[in-house]
């Protein structure tokens, strides 16, 4: 549900450049390491990196609270409204929305069929580069700057409007939508489709499958629920993507109205509605983390390693020697995990949370302040995705290119693009880097500001939001500080 701030205006344009200029500014020269499985020398020690994220979000930190120190703040609720702009006036008249909706089903339908018919080489399959780095990276991006596209392309909801055509009281489903379940099975299904990315090896064949495991799982909701609950609460991609769009400065809206606003406003204008909600978020950065993390010579170590020699006692030779044997059991290990990772977060979340109302002297729940802030966290799951991944879509992304043209893998050539982009772009490993560390300390300090901008809505007077601020901008400090690290580490392969 949207909520208005308070009636003064706040100069949130000059707050953003003074913020990303010192983010920026504060930040020290390094070269990159993570992402690239070797190991490239940092001109000077991480600690002082570390210290300059820390000084970057400590004067962002004091930027917001200077321009921020009126007593009453506001983000306009409104916006421009652009619904009547000529140029979208055109989209409608030329259906393109409909057409979006049909190309977007066409493209489920042909990763499904080059998953099945096409060759088995994943970097010559379209349905690999389609789904994994156009649609789950790419349009994951493309979201968050051109808002929630995905609810009104959405090939799994053209699917049931379909079925819907056919089958009488289908979209409307059997029994109510249980209150208690909320966001859960859009949770359950984020956790299974991560493990999937990152244990399942999946191939051509195995992600066809996949989807129309999907594909089946969401129509037999949408006759059980009904369309408009699961889509809201159960698919968790439309979760997902809403989620990013409140950051994006377009928003869509009912009946093809369409709305200009700040960039990252939308994260103001509404809250987590269940702790299903906060965990879905948390999980948004935990596992993108845990990517990170897992691929790290210390994580290696913390297992293969045996750093406290207690497998080594119990298995009679150090673990590594077992890797064969061991090798379920690690999966088991990584999985458990990535599961409890989001409940990790909550855990240390709801601390900083309670330290946050001790110090602001607020008579609300901690259950209320945590719903009201877990939106001040997405911008730093998104330049955690995006930091993480964004590489892909140079070194892969581009081959969708050609593979439109030959989408099968059968040496096709149909638009005559076939032979373009073949070869991955690698990025320079200190442009990378730079980008990296550029992108993360951005996100923190947006999270900062939008948190801020929350606070003095939720605590009486400025001085007691200011002091509730003080734990989460620790807390922004130690996620800097952590995802750093984390991309500053080399790749351990397996043996």
Same mark, same amino acid.
């Given at each position: 549900?949207?909520? %208005?701030?308070?009636?003064?205006?706040?100069?949130?344009?000059?707050?953003?450049?003074?913020?990303?200029?010192?983010?920026?500014?504060?930040?020290?020269? &390094?070269?990159? #390491?993570?992402?690239?499985?070797?190991?490239?020398?940092?001109?000077?020690?991480?600690?002082?990196?570390?210290?300059?994220?820390?000084?970057?979000?400590?004067?962002?930190?004091?930027?917001? #609270?200077? $321009?921020? !120190?009126?007593?009453? /703040?506001?983000?306009?609720?409104?916006?421009?409204?652009? %619904?009547?702009?000529?140029?979208?006036?055109?989209?409608?008249?030329?259906?393109?929305?409909?057409? *979006?909706?049909?190309?977007?089903?066409?493209?489920?339908?042909?990763?499904?069929?080059?998953?099945?018919?096409?060759?088995?080489?994943?970097?010559?399959?379209?349905?690999?580069?389609?789904?994994?780095? /156009?649609?789950?990276?790419?349009?994951?991006?493309?979201?968050? &700057?051109?808002?929630?596209?995905?609810?009104?392309?959405?090939?799994?909801?053209?699917?049931?409007?379909?079925?819907?055509?056919?089958?009488?009281?289908?979209?409307?489903?059997?029994?109510?939508?249980?209150?208690?379940?909320?966001?859960?099975?859009?949770?359950? &299904?984020?956790?299974?489709?991560?493990?999937?990315?990152?244990?399942?090896?999946?191939?051509?064949? !195995? &992600? #066809?499958?996949?989807?129309?495991?999907?594909?089946?799982?969401?129509?037999?909701?949408?006759?059980?629920?009904?369309?408009?609950?699961?889509?809201?609460?159960?698919?968790?991609?439309?979760? $997902?993507?809403? *989620?990013?769009?409140?950051?994006?400065?377009?928003?869509?809206?009912?009946?093809?109205?369409?709305?200009?606003?700040?960039?990252?406003?939308?994260?103001?204008?509404?809250?987590?509605?269940?702790?299903?909600?906060?965990?879905?978020?948390? =999980?948004?950065?935990?596992?993108?983390?845990?990517?990170?993390?897992?691929?790290?010579?210390?994580?290696?170590?913390?297992?293969?390693?045996?750093?406290?020699?207690?497998?080594?006692?119990? @298995?009679?030779?150090?673990?590594?020697? @077992?890797?064969?044997?061991?090798?379920?059991?690690?999966?088991?290990?990584?999985? *458990?995990?990535?599961?409890?990772?989001? =409940?990790?977060?909550?855990?240390?979340?709801?601390? =900083?949370?309670?330290?946050?109302?001790?110090?602001?002297?607020?008579?609300? %729940?901690?259950?209320?302040?945590?719903?009201?802030?877990?939106?001040?966290?997405?911008?730093?799951?998104?330049?955690?995705?995006?930091?993480?991944?964004?590489?892909?879509?140079?070194?892969?992304?581009?081959?969708?290119?050609?593979?439109? !043209?030959?989408?099968?893998?059968?040496?096709?050539?149909? $638009?005559?693009?076939?032979?373009?982009?073949?070869?991955?772009?690698?990025?320079?490993?200190?442009?990378?880097?730079?980008?990296?560390?550029?992108?993360?300390? =951005?996100?923190?300090?947006?999270?900062?500001?939008?948190?801020?901008?929350?606070?003095?809505?939720?605590?009486?007077?400025?001085?007691?939001?200011?002091?509730?601020?003080?734990?989460?901008?620790?807390?922004?400090?130690?996620?800097?500080?952590?995802?750093?690290?984390?991309?500053?580490?080399?790749?351990?392969?397996?043996?």
């Amino acid at each position: 549900m949207s909520r %208005s701030l308070c009636s003064r205006s706040f100069p949130t344009e000059r707050v953003l450049r003074w913020v990303a200029a010192l983010a920026l500014g504060a930040a020290p020269t &390094l070269a990159a #390491a993570h992402s690239f499985g070797r190991i490239y020398n940092l001109p000077v020690p991480f600690w002082l990196y570390a210290y300059g994220a820390a000084a970057a979000l400590v004067l962002s930190f004091l930027v917001v #609270a200077w $321009f921020g !120190s009126a007593p009453a /703040v506001s983000v306009d609720p409104t916006g421009r409204d652009l %619904s009547q702009a000529a140029w979208l006036r055109l989209l409608r008249r030329w259906h393109l929305p409909r057409l *979006l909706r049909w190309l977007a089903l066409l493209c489920l339908l042909l990763c499904v069929l080059t998953g099945y018919f096409g060759t088995r080489d994943p970097y010559r399959n379209f349905n690999m580069t389609f789904f994994w780095v /156009v649609f789950v990276l790419g349009f994951s991006y493309a979201t968050a &700057l051109l808002g929630d596209l995905y609810a009104y392309i959405n090939p799994w909801r053209t699917l049931a409007a379909l079925v819907g055509r056919i089958w009488h009281g289908y979209l409307q489903g059997r029994v109510a939508y249980p209150s208690w379940l909320s966001y859960w099975p859009a949770l359950v &299904l984020y956790m299974g489709f991560i493990w999937i990315e990152l244990f399942g090896f999946t191939r051509p064949v !195995s &992600l #066809a499958q996949w989807l129309v495991i999907y594909t089946g799982l969401n129509l037999c909701a949408v006759g059980l629920f009904g369309a408009r609950a699961w889509f809201r609460y159960g698919e968790f991609f439309a979760v $997902f993507l809403r *989620l990013l769009g409140l950051m994006a400065p377009l928003q869509w809206r009912a009946g093809g109205g369409l709305r200009l606003r700040m960039p990252f406003s939308g994260l103001l204008q509404t809250r987590a509605e269940s702790w299903s909600l906060v965990v879905f978020v948390l =999980f948004m950065l935990s596992s993108t983390a845990f990517d990170g993390l897992r691929a790290t010579v210390p994580w290696y170590r913390l297992f293969w390693g045996d750093a406290t020699g207690l497998l080594t006692a119990w @298995l009679g030779e150090p673990p590594i020697r @077992l890797w064969v044997e061991l090798r379920p059991w690690y999966l088991a290990y990584e999985t *458990l995990s990535l599961l409890l990772s989001p =409940f990790l977060y909550l855990a240390v979340y709801l601390l =900083f949370i309670a330290l946050a109302k001790w110090l602001g002297r607020s008579h609300a %729940s901690v259950r209320e302040l945590a719903f009201a802030f877990a939106f001040s966290l997405l911008p730093i799951a998104l330049v955690y995705h995006i930091t993480h991944y964004y590489t892909l879509l140079l070194t892969q992304g581009v081959k969708i290119i050609s593979l439109l !043209s030959d989408p099968f893998g059968y040496g096709w050539n149909l $638009f005559g693009t076939a032979g373009l982009f073949r070869a991955p772009i690698l990025p320079d490993p200190g442009t990378v880097w730079h980008t990296q560390v550029g992108l993360i300390l =951005f996100g923190h300090v947006v999270s900062v500001w939008i948190a801020h901008l929350e606070a003095l809505r939720l605590f009486a007077g400025r001085i007691r939001a200011l002091l509730s601020q003080l734990p989460m901008l620790l807390l922004m400090v130690a996620f800097t500080t952590a995802g750093l690290w984390i991309l500053a580490q080399p790749i351990q392969f397996a043996p």
